[in-house]
């Protein structure tokens, strides 16, 4: 009787590991974040994630891929969510450095100071962003619900020799 009850603790720990190891964390960016540095910046559109994380879908591994996300958080920039002053601050600091001048030039032409690339492009919609490549796959739910059929299987599942 012991050893089922053991086994179903350790087995109920794992799966609870296994959830909290697989739940998304929370973002620090949000899609305010690109219309404060349009507005800091005086840009003619909001720029997409590439500017700052160097990839169309960002992620906070990827914010230090490009010399202006590096820059911002040399002057201090440390993103809550949804909250665009931190950007606002930042950039005001890095626009006022001389040593920025054609950067921020750049920006305010639309274009991305270190490939030339354009930043402004066809707008769909209201609100709409065009994606290169389809988001990864979000498993937590089928795995959340194969977890939860494995437990209630195991908890259900009687003792040989039960009647």
């Known amino acids: 009787m012991s050893t089922w009850k053991s086994a179903k603790s350790v087995v109920s720990l794992l799966v609870a590991i296994g959830a909290a190891t697989l739940l ?17 910046a005086g840009m003619p559109c909001a720029p997409s994630c590439k500017l700052c994380h160097g990839k169309p879908v960002g992620d906070l591994a990827s914010f230090t891929a490009k010399a202006l996300s590096v820059a911002l958080i040399s002057q201090g920039f440390a993103p809550a969510a949804h909250d665009t002053n931190f950007v606002k601050q930042a950039f005001a600091k890095y626009k006022a450095d001389p040593n920025n001048a054609e950067q921020v030039q750049a920006l305010v032409e639309g ?3 270190e490939t030339g690339e354009a930043l402004c492009g066809p707008t769909y919609g209201c609100g709409a962003h065009v994606a290169k490549q389809a988001p ?6 089928p795995l959340w619900v194969v977890g939860a059929m494995v437990v209630g299987g195991l908890l259900r599942r009687r003792k040989p020799g039960a009647s």
Not at 24 to 40: C, G, L, V
Not at 136 to 141: E, F
């Open 111 to 113: 274009t991305d100071p």
């Open 136 to 141: 990864p796959a979000d498993l937590a739910a």
């Open 24 to 40: 998304p964390s929370p973002a620090r960016a949000s899609q305010e974040f690109p219309e404060a540095i349009q507005e800091a």
